[in-house]
């Protein structure tokens, strides 16, 4: 059964999205009362492909839609009519399974799934493979309504893909314990958000504090949602990592941040570095590098003009995995620099193993720093210790007059807070990078500007020459 005919004539994601979900929550009151009835066990499969968005991204959506109706053609088939199988949109299913408890029983029908789905697929000459996760609930064993058995399901599956995908996972107390209601609710929710393109970046000014220009901004990403309105990323991001979501985020992020940087350049901004934030699960994968050479190259945004801001705990917990990748983006000419600098424990000793460009000095030393001698000794240290490392520091949270003063007296490099602006949309930080920031950082000139271009361009021929 392709996916067009299951929905008649949807066409579209959204459609399709709700229609699967209204269809999922139906279909679960039918069989709970069925089962009710005939004293019969139900059990809900929760299936998630773990690449679907690379797919997509690297070969577009017709690739993408070719690819699912394949697999849902390979689900149906290998199901053999004994169970419904409903395609919830985008790349999940959901596999109702009545009269069958057994664990070892489901657990060989998943394995049985995921067999077929990692069988390479090829459309015009090109072989796609692709590992799924499923997270299974039981009815009536631990949920008793046909929205625990699914929040249940998508319980397990997030265990799945905390573990890296293409396993299978069955609910228990103990994932419940860890997840509370919201965030079970958020997972499903960032889900739709990404495939509904809902998340967006904006960027936050850094400024040098020798010249005074906003030589630098860092893409934060952010989600309005419809109903619960703005989510933070520090809630969401988490979240994103466990559920196996973070590369589309990155990616997302990524390539939104390269186009909107080129488009600046074009429009005469030459120059200004974009930093974007990597979590470790994006570090540690594999093909990271691939997928910033690929946007890079497809942006056309310079290497050199790229920032990644990795966090300190990060870089101490995934030291040798990760070496390798930190040097490989050195190489390009992206640099590196460690985020909330200070909130780790072996903040130091890090420094003398992590080759990096610039540090940044985490907000709660900057918050007290001007009446807290303690706190305006450790921001002098940190400064100190970088520059000796040639290393260079930007100071976040900087939130007044007095801080931005105190900062310029410790020798700090750059700053970054509300003192300056909060993120703002691309339209918002276009206007501020033509303008500056009234009484508080210089419009930069034509020959500031000629000046920005001509060190780039050196830089580059430098690069070129040494590669
Ligand atoms: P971060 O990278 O340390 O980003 C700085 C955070 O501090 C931002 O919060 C920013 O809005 C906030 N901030 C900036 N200036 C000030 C200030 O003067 N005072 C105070 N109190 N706060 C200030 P936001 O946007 O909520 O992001 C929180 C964290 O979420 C970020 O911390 C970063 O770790 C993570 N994050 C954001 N976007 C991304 C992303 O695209 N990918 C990943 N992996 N993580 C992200
Ligand atoms: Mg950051
Ligand atoms: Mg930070």
């Not at 989510?231 to 994103?240: D, L, Q, V």
Request: neutral net charge.
């Amino acid at each position: 059964m392709s996916t067009d005919s299951f929905y008649g004539a949807a066409a579209f994601e959204n459609a399709k999205i709700l229609a699967g979900r209204i269809d999922i929550k139906q279909r679960l009151q039918l069989a709970i009362a069925r089962s009710r009835l005939r004293k019969n066990p139900l059990a809900l499969l929760f299936i998630d492909l773990d690449r679907f968005n690379t797919i997509t991204a690297t070969l577009g959506p017709e690739f993408g839609q070719q690819f699912l109706d394949i697999t849902t053609d390979r689900l149906n088939h290998a199901l053999q009519g004994d169970h419904q199988l409903m395609h919830l949109g985008s790349d999940e299913y959901a596999v109702l399974i009545e009269g069958v408890d057994n664990a070892s029983q489901l657990r060989q029908l998943g394995n049985r799934l995921l067999n077929v789905i990692n069988k390479p697929v090829f459309i015009e000459q090109q072989e796609l493979i692709t590992t799924a996760s499923i997270g299974i609930s039981v009815y009536p064993n631990k949920a008793d309504n046909e929205q625990a058995l699914l929040h249940q399901a998508i319980t397990a599956l997030q265990q799945a893909k905390t573990v890296g995908g293409d396993s299978v996972k069955f609910f228990t107390r103990n994932n419940a314990n860890n997840a509370s209601l919201r965030h079970l609710n958020l997972e499903i929710e960032l889900r739709h958000a990404i495939a509904r393109k809902d998340l967006t970046v904006h960027y936050q000014p850094k400024m040098d504090l020798a010249t005074g220009h906003v030589t630098a901004i860092e893409a934060l990403v952010r989600w309005k949602h419809d109903t619960l309105g703005w989510i933070s990323p520090n809630e969401f991001i988490p979240i994103a990592e466990n559920a196996g979501l973070i590369s589309d985020v990155g990616e997302m992020v990524l390539e939104t941040a390269c186009r909107h940087g080129t488009k600046w350049m074009e429009e005469g901004i030459p120059g200004v570095k974009i930093a974007i934030n990597l979590s470790a699960k994006q570090l540690i994968r594999q093909d990271m590098l691939a997928q910033i050479k690929r946007i890079l190259k497809r942006t056309g945004f310079p290497a050199n003009q790229l920032i990644v801001e990795l966090t300190e705990s990060l870089l101490i917990d995934a030291l040798d995995k990760t070496a390798a990748t930190l040097a490989s983006l050195r190489d390009m000419g992206i640099e590196v620099a460690i985020d909330d600098f200070g909130t780790g424990y072996s903040t130091f000793k890090l420094l003398k193993r992590v080759p990096v460009d610039i540090l940044k000095i985490d907000q709660m030393f900057i918050s007290d720093l001007s009446d807290n001698p303690a706190d305006k000794a450790i921001a002098k240290a940190i400064i100190d210790v970088a520059h000796a490392l040639h290393m260079r520091v930007v100071a976040e949270g900087v939130e007044s007059k007095a801080h931005l003063t105190t900062l310029q007296e410790l020798g700090c490099d750059s700053i970054q807070g509300f003192y300056l602006s909060e993120a703002l949309p691309r339209t918002g930080i276009s206007k501020l990078l033509r303008e500056g920031i009234p009484g508080i950082t210089k419009q930069r000139t034509n020959a500031d500007i000629e000046e920005t271009k001509r060190k780039i361009a050196e830089q580059q021929k430098q690069r070129l020459v040494s590669a």
